[in-house]
C-alpha cells in the first residue's frame, strides 16, 4: 500500500508545481501503472494459461514451461474433447435451464415488484422482508428438502427440477432491482393512466412493462452467468446423461481411476466458458454494470 | 404508498401469488422442512422416527468432523474475504490513480467471474499439482526456488488455503467493481481541502475516502461473507474436503451426510446451523460496522 501514496491530480494543480516534484510525481504515476499491470496479469494468467494449453499437444504441454508458447498449434484437442464427451448436448441443456429460469425470474420479479411497489397493499413490508430471507439464506438448505419433495411428486431428473430452485432463489434479487426502478416511475403518469379508465392489468401492459426493457436486460443479464455456471443444483437434482448442463458434462472428462486427458480437457472447459465470454465482451459495458448494480441491489 | 388510485384486492393477488408461490415452493418451505426434518432420524426411506433435540446434541457435543468443518469454514471465510475485499480495495485505489486504461484493466480483472466452478475446479487443479508438475511448482523451479515445490492439495497444512484461493480469485473483481464505483463518487473537494490542510494519502484515505464509502464497504461485506459461508463447489469439486477432514466445510460435510451417508435428519441439522450461522454474520457485521460509524 505504500506504494500507492499518491493521488489523482488535475492538470492545473500539475503545472502550477515546481519541476522536481511534477518529476516525482510522474514517476509515481508510472508506478502505479506497472503495479496494476502485474496484478492483472497475475489476475488473468490462469485463464490465458487455460486457452493456450488448449492448443498444445500433449508432449508439449507434459514438458513444457508455463510461459513458453507453445510450439506448435493444433485443434486435435478439441476434437478429441468433443469425441469424449457430449459436449453439443450438454449445451443444449444448459441453454433450456438457463433460459427457461431467466424468464421466470424476469416475469415474476416484474410482477413481484409491481404489486409491491405499484399496487401497494397492507403487508408490503412483511412480504419484502420474507423475500429478503432469500438472500441471505445459503442455498444449500434447499437441497434435501427439494430432493425430498420431488421424489415425492416425480420431478427429480427434469428441467423444472433445477430451474425452480435457480429461479426461486434469484428472485428476491430480481423483484429489488425492478422495485427500486419503480421507484421511479412518476406516479402522475398512473394516475394519467388511472382517470383515462385502465386498470390495473392495462397499466402493467402498456405503461410498466416497456418502461421496465432496461432492467429487464439487466437482470437477464446478472443471472445468466450464475445460472449457467450452476452446479449444486444440476448435481444434486439431475440423476442421467441425458439432462446434463455444462458443468456436469465436464465433469465427465475425469476419466477412469482418475486419469485425465489434460490438454483435451482444457480444450472442453474452453469450448464451454466461450459462450458467455464473448458475451460478456460483446456486451462488456451493460454486463459490468449490471454485475456491480446487481450484487449492491442485493 | 400505493401509486395506483384504483386497484383492487384481487389484482395484489394476481401480481403477487405467482412470485410468491415459486419463492415459497423453492426457498421458504424448504426451510421450514429443514428445521422439521432436524428434529428426526430419517434415511429417506425406513419410516421417520422422531427423536428431538438429539440430533442437535450429537452435532454439538458428539461430533468432532462438525467442529473440525466449523473451524475450516471460518478459515475459508476469512482468506476469501482478506482476498476479495482487501484485493478489490487495493486495485480499485490503484485504478483511481491511473489515467489510462481504466476500462480494460476492469474488464480483465472481472473476467474469472464469469467461469463455472467446475472449469475453475480444473484449471487450479492442475495449478497446484506436483505430479506432473502444476504451474504454481514450475513457476518456483524457474525462479529457483524448487525447495518450495508442494503437493498443494494434498498437505492437510496448505490444503485449506488452496482451495480458498480460486473462490477469492473468482470473485474479487466483481467486488473491485462496486468499490470503485463508490470511490469514483467521493467528492473531490473534501480531499481536496484535507490535503489543504495538510493531510498525507493515508490520512485522507481512511479520514476522508473510506468513511464515505463506508455504506457500500458494509454492503459489499455482506454479500462477501455470506457467499463465502455458503462456498461449496470449489472445495467440493477440488478435494471433496480432503485429505481427511481438512478442507471440509459445513455444507461439503452437509452435502456428504445427506447424499453420501444418506441421514437426512442430520444433514438437516447441519443445514440449520448454516442458515442460523449466516443470519448471525449479517447481524454481527451490521453491528460492527455500524457502530465504528457513530463513534
Not at chain 1, 488535475?10 to 502485474?38: C, D, F
Not at chain 2, 384486492?9 to 405467482?18: G, H, K, Y
Not at chain 2, 446434541?57 to 462438525?66: E, K, L, Q, S
Not at chain 2, 514450475?138 to 518450495?148: D, M, P, S
Amino acid at each position: 500500500m505504500t506504494l500507492t501514496a499518491t493521488r489523482p491530480i488535475r492538470p492545473s494543480e500539475q503545472e502550477s508545481l515546481p519541476r522536481p516534484r511534477r518529476r516525482q510525481l510522474h514517476l509515481q504515476r508510472k508506478l502505479t501503472g506497472v503495479i496494476v499491470a502485474l496484478i492483472v496479469i497475475v489476475q488473468v494468467y490462469p485463464l490465458a494459461w487455460l486457452f493456450i494449453t488448449s492448443v498444445r499437444t500433449e508432449q508439449d504441454f507434459a514438458g513444457g514451461n508455463p510461459f513458453a508458447l507453445p510450439t506448435e498449434i493444433t485443434f486435435d484437442n478439441y476434437t478429441r474433447a468433443f469425441a469424449t464427451g457430449n459436449l453439443g448436448l450438454n449445451i443444449l441443456n444448459s441453454l433450456i435451464v438457463t433460459v427457461g429460469a431467466i424468464v421466470v425470474i424476469v416475469f415474476l420479479g416484474m410482477m413481484g415488484a409491481y404489486a409491491l411497489q405499484v399496487l401497494g397493499f397492507r403487508f408490503s413490508r412483511f412480504v419484502r422482508a420474507l423475500f429478503l430471507i432469500g438472500i441471505i439464506v445459503p442455498v444449500q438448505v434447499a437441497l434435501v428438502p427439494l430432493f425430498v419433495d420431488y421424489a415425492a411428486v416425480n420431478l427429480l431428473d427434469t428441467y423444472q427440477s433445477i430451474i425452480i430452485p435457480l429461479a426461486g432463489f434469484a428472485l428476491p434479487t430480481s423483484i429489488y432491482l425492478f422495485s427500486s426502478f419503480y421507484e421511479y416511475i412518476p406516479g402522475e403518469i398512473y394516475e394519467a393512466a388511472s382517470l383515462d379508465g385502465a386498470g390495473p392489468y392495462r397499466i402493467f401492459g402498456q405503461i410498466t412493462l416497456p418502461l421496465s426493457v432496461n432492467t429487464m436486460v439487466t437482470v437477464a443479464m446478472v443471472n445468466s452467468i450464475f445460472i449457467w455456471n450452476d452446479f449444486i443444483f444440476a448435481n444434486t437434482f439431475v440423476l442421467t446423461d441425458d439432462l446434463k448442463t455444462i458443468p456436469l458434462g465436464l465433469q465427465n472428462y475425469i476419466g477412469a481411476m482418475g486419469k485425465v486427458d489434460w490438454t483435451a480437457t482444457f480444450a472442453a472447459v474452453c469450448v464451454s466458458i466461450t459462450p458467455l465470454l464473448l458475451v460478456f465482451l460483446v456486451l462488456n459495458k451493460a454486463m459490468t454494470y449490471s454485475l456491480a448494480s446487481g450484487a449492491t441491489k442485493g | 404508498m400505493p401509486m395506483l388510485p384504483q386497484r383492487s384486492r384481487l389484482s395484489v393477488l394476481v401480481f403477487l401469488l405467482p412470485p410468491l408461490a415459486l419463492y415459497g415452493i423453492a426457498v421458504l418451505l424448504p426451510i421450514f422442512q429443514s428445521l422439521f426434518l432436524s428434529f428426526f432420524d430419517w434415511d429417506g426411506i425406513s419410516p421417520m422416527l422422531f427423536v428431538g433435540f438429539e440430533n442437535y446434541v450429537r452435532m454439538f457435543t458428539g461430533d468432532t468432523v462438525f467442529w473440525i468443518a466449523f473451524r475450516n469454514t471460518l478459515g475459508y471465510v476469512v482468506i476469501c474475504l482478506v482476498l476479495q475485499l482487501g484485493g478489490a480495495l487495493i486495485v480499485a485505489s490503484l485504478l483511481t490513480l491511473l489515467r489510462r486504461g481504466r476500462e480494460v484493466v476492469k474488464t480483465l480483472y472481472i473476467l474469472p467471474a464469469v467461469i463455472s466452478t467446475v472449469a475453475i475446479a480444473f484449471l487450479f487443479q492442475r495449478i497446484y499439482s506436483l505430479d506432473p508438475e502444476g504451474l504454481i511448482n514450475q513457476v518456483l523451479e524457474f525462479i529457483g526456488l524448487g525447495n518450495l515445490q508442494n503437493a498443494w492439495l494434498s498437505d492437510v497444512s496448505t490444503v485449506l488455503a488452496a482451495v480458498s484461493v480460486p473462490e477469492g480469485w473468482r470473485f474479487t473483481g466483481l467486488y473491485m467493481l462496486i468499490i470503485y464505483a463508490a470511490l469514483l463518487a467521493v467528492p473531490a473537494e473534501l480531499e481536496e481541502a484535507a490535503k489543504l490542510d495538510g493531510a498525507s494519502w493515508w490520512q485522507t484515505f481512511w479520514r476522508i475516502r473510506f468513511p464515505y464509502i463506508r455504506p457500500v464497504w458494509i454492503t459489499t461485506t455482506i454479500i462477501a461473507t455470506t457467499n463465502a459461508l455458503r462456498g461449496f463447489d470449489i472445495p467440493y469439486l477440488l478435494t471433496n474436503g480432503g485429505p481427511g477432514q481438512s478442507s471440509e466445510l459445513l455444507t461439503t460435510y452437509m452435502y456428504k451426510t445427506a447424499f453420501t451417508s444418506t441421514n437426512y435428519g442430520y444433514a438437516s441439522t447441519i443445514s440449520v446451523f448454516v442458515v442460523v450461522e449466516c443470519l448471525v454474520a449479517v447481524g454481527l457485521i451490521f453491528l460492527l460496522l455500524r457502530r465504528k460509524a457513530d463513534a
